[in-house]
C-alpha cells in the first residue's frame, strides 16, 4: 500500500482551484474539470455534491479545524496581503510560533485552515542575523545541530 494524496471537498472547484494554483502556486497535475482537481504534492480537490453522491449522502461539515493544509513561502507579508486583498478570514495575521517560525492562518472558500510559514531556512537565516549561533538556534527550533547546519 502507498499513501497517494489528500483530498479536501469543496463547495465549487473552479473558485478552489484559483486559490490553490494562483495565490498559493500549486501546479495542477490531474484536472477533471468541475470535478475533481489533482495538485502536485498531493492535495486533490473534489466537489462536494459529487463527494456526497460517491459515499451515499456523507455529511460535509465546513470549518471542523481537524485538517491543516501547511505551506512554506519565502515572502509571508506578500502572500498575506494577497489573502487579506483577496477576502479571505484569517484565524490570525503573521506571528511567531514557538519554534521561532512566522505562521498565519486563514480559512479558505470552505473553511479548511490553511496554515502559511516562512521557509525553514529563512527563519535560520533571520536568528543568525540576531546574532544566534548555531547551538542557539538549534535549541529555539527544537531541531538537531545537524538539520539546523544541513538548512542553514
Known sequence: ??????????????????????????????????????????????????????TGGLTVINRANSVVLNFEVQDMESVEQTILDSGFDFIHRIQEQPWKQRVFRFYDHDGHVCEVAERMDIVFRRLQGEGKSLEEIAALTGLTIERVKELS
Do not use: A, P, W
Not at 470535478?35 to 466537489?47: A, D
Open 1 to 54: 500500500m502507498s499513501f497517494l494524496s489528500s483530498i479536501i471537498v469543496v463547495e465549487d472547484v473552479i473558485r478552489s482551484r484559483d486559490l490553490y494554483e494562483r495565490i498559493m502556486g500549486m501546479k495542477v497535475t490531474e484536472d477533471h474539470g468541475i470535478y475533481n482537481v489533482g495538485f502536485e504534492g498531493g492535495l486533490s480537490l473534489y466537489q462536494k455534491e459529487l463527494f456526497q453522491n460517491l
